[in-house]
T-cell receptor, first 112, second 114 residues
C-alpha cells in the first residue's frame, strides 16, 4: 500500500512568486491536512480537507490556500512568497476521526 | 504562545537503557496525545497515542504516561536501541472525535549510543 506522496520534493522560488505543492493521500483516506515545519516554529497546522471541504484552518495569512479534489488528492498554494516561507511542507492523510494520520516525506521550499 | 512544550532539545542515552522523553501542555482542552518519530529527510512516523481518559498506554518497547493534573506526558523507550535515534515530537489534539488538527512540540533529538 503506497504511502502519502508529495511532489515536488525540493524547489527553489524567488520572493514574490507563487508555488503549488501537491499531495496524494493513502488510498481510501479522505482527510488530508497540511503542516509547515520551520526550525523556529516547529510543526504548525495549516489546514485540513475532508471530502473536498476545508474543515479547519491554522493561523496563517491568506496567502496560504489549498484545495482537495474528488479523488482526495490535495494541493496547497502560497502566493507572493516571502523569505520566511522557506520551510518543509508536510502533508498527512487519514481515514478521519481519531484514526492515525500518516505523513508524507514533505516538500522542501526555499525562497531566495 | 507555545501550547505543547518539549523542554529538552536533546537527550543522549546508552543502548539498552531507558529513554524518557517529556512533554508539557497548557491547553486543558487537549484530549488526545500522540508521539511521532522523525528521521532526517523523512516525514514524521506515528509511534503511540493516548486518550485523556487513560493514564498509560503500552506498545512493545514504547509506553506513554499521561498526568492530566500536571498537564504532563512522557514517552518511555525500554530498552533503547541505536535505531531509535531520531527527533521525537509530542503532539496534542483538542478536536473531539478527530485528531487531524495537531499541535506539536518542537521536538527532542534522541541519540542512543552503542
Amino acid at each position: 500500500k503506497a504511502g502519502v506522496t508529495q511532489t515536488p520534493r525540493y524547489l527553489i522560488k524567488t520572493r514574490g512568486q507563487q508555488v503549488t505543492l501537491s499531495c496524494s493521500p493513502i488510498s481510501g483516506h479522505r482527510s488530508v491536512s497540511w503542516y509547515q515545519q520551520t526550525p523556529g516554529q516547529g510543526l504548525q497546522f495549516l489546514f485540513e480537507y475532508f471530502s473536498e471541504t476545508q474543515r479547519n484552518k491554522g493561523n496563517f495569512p491568506g496567502r496560504f490556500s489549498g484545495r482537495q479534489f474528488s479523488n482526495s488528492r490535495s494541493e496547497m498554494n502560497v502566493s507572493t512568497l516571502e523569505l520566511g516561507d522557506s520551510a518543509l511542507y508536510l502533508c498527512a492523510s487519514s481515514l478521519g476521526g481519531t484514526n492515525t494520520i500518516y505523513f508524507g516525506e514533505g516538500s522542501w521550499l526555499t525562497v531566495v | 504562545d507555545q501550547q505543547v512544550k518539549q523542554n529538552s532539545p536533546s537527550l543522549s542515552v546508552q543502548e539498552g537503557r531507558i529513554s524518557i522523553l517529556n512533554c508539557d501542555y497548557t491547553n486543558s482542552m487537549f484530549d488526545y496525545f500522540l508521539w511521532y518519530k522523525k528521521y532526517p529527510a523523512e516525514g514524521p512516523t506515528f509511534l503511540i497515542s493516548i486518550s485523556s481518559i487513560k493514564d498509560k498506554n503500552e506498545d512493545g518497547r514504547f509506553t506513554v504516561f499521561l498526568n492530566k493534573s500536571a498537564k504532563h506526558l512522557s514517552l518511555h523507550i525500554v530498552p533503547s536501541q541505536p535505531g531509535d535515534s531520531a527527533v521525537y515530537f509530542c503532539a496534542a489534539s483538542a478536536e473531539r472525535g478527530s485528531n487531524y488538527k495537531l499541535t506539536f512540540g518542537k521536538g527532542t533529538l534522541l541519540t542512543v549510543n552503542p
